[in-house]
């Protein structure tokens, strides 16, 4: 697990050969102020918000703009329980692991992972839809783990 590139306390990335294939967020990840730390052009913005008492974002929307998004990417926050997320390479060898308890997120950007659960867990998944079913978003790997 590398945290290069980042100073923001909590948070860690996860790069193997250069390719950045998760940002980890802890839930004691703190910021004295609104900080983003995703690349601009990564399919999800990933920051964390931070303002202080009294602060009001003004109403606004985010409207409909054309993108064009070539990967599916995948956000977790573990809300009971706990479970470790593993990263492999693309014949499915075991390259690393972080462990996630509650209130500690992921975001898988790139590359093969998997999940052990080590206690009873639920988790809050979200990724970009629509979701064109598990053959086409779901692919195992090439070889055991």
């Given amino acids: 697990m590398s945290s290069a590139g980042t100073s923001i ?3 860690e ?3 193997h050969g250069g390719r950045r294939m998760a940002h980890v967020i802890r839930a004691t990840a703190s910021v004295p ?5 995703s690349d601009a052009n990564e399919s999800f ?4 918000l931070a303002h202080e008492a009294g602060f009001v974002e003004e109403p606004h929307s985010h409207p409909a703009v054309e993108r064009r998004i070539n ?3 995948q956000f977790v926050v573990v809300q009971r329980g706990r479970l ?7 014949a499915g060898r075991r390259l690393s ?3 996630l308890g509650v209130g500690d997120a992921i975001v898988l950007m790139h590359g093969v992972h998997s999940v052990r659960v080590i206690e009873d867990m639920q988790c809050l998944s979200v990724k970009q839809g629509p979701f064109l079913g598990a053959a086409l978003d779901k692919v195992p790997a090439r070889a055991p783990r």
């Fill in 13 to 15: 990335f996860v790069e």
């Fill in 33 to 37: 102020i609104s900080t983003f730390f």
């Fill in 9 to 11: 306390a909590g948070v």
């Fill in 84 to 90: 470790e997320v593993i990263f492999h390479d693309d």
């Fill in 71 to 73: 990967d599916l990417q």
């Fill in 97 to 99: 692991s972080v462990e």
């Fill in 45 to 48: 913005q990933v920051g964390l």
